[in-house]
Nanobody
């Protein structure tokens, strides 16, 4: 059974940090590129960060460059998103996503809420 379980969300003040985790089971994690996406109320889901299957390449949305870092531990079947210098506009539900290739459908996690507020 495929499972992607996000954790680490919560309420944080502007300027604070959070580390999201996505623990994966049920498929060959090391063969899949992973990404984090977010969806704020009334907005479309957007790509935040991407990492290749072996972790040798990453990409970020312009809005989070220099503040967020995606990483993975293939031995632990887990992908992370370190979020620093958080802003109120980072408030959203954050989802992890796994996809083996651009030509196949992938798997979504259930999401974790991140709220940045005083």
């Amino acid at each position: 059974q495929v499972q992607l379980v996000e954790s680490g969300g919560g309420l944080v003040q502007p300027g604070g940090s959070l580390r999201l985790s996505c623990a994966v089971s049920g498929f060959g994690f090391s063969l899949y590129a992973m990404s984090w996406h977010r969806q704020a109320p009334g907005k479309e889901r957007e790509l935040v960060a991407y990492i290749t299957s072996n972790g040798d390449s990453t990409n970020y949305a312009d809005s989070v460059k220099g503040r967020f870092t995606i990483s993975r531990d293939n031995a632990r079947n887990t992908v992370y998103l370190q979020m620093n210098s958080l802003k109120p506009e980072d408030t959203a539900v954050y989802y992890c996503y796994a996809r083996r290739s651009p030509w196949t459908s992938g798997y979504w996690g259930q999401g974790t809420q991140v709220t940045v507020s005083q």
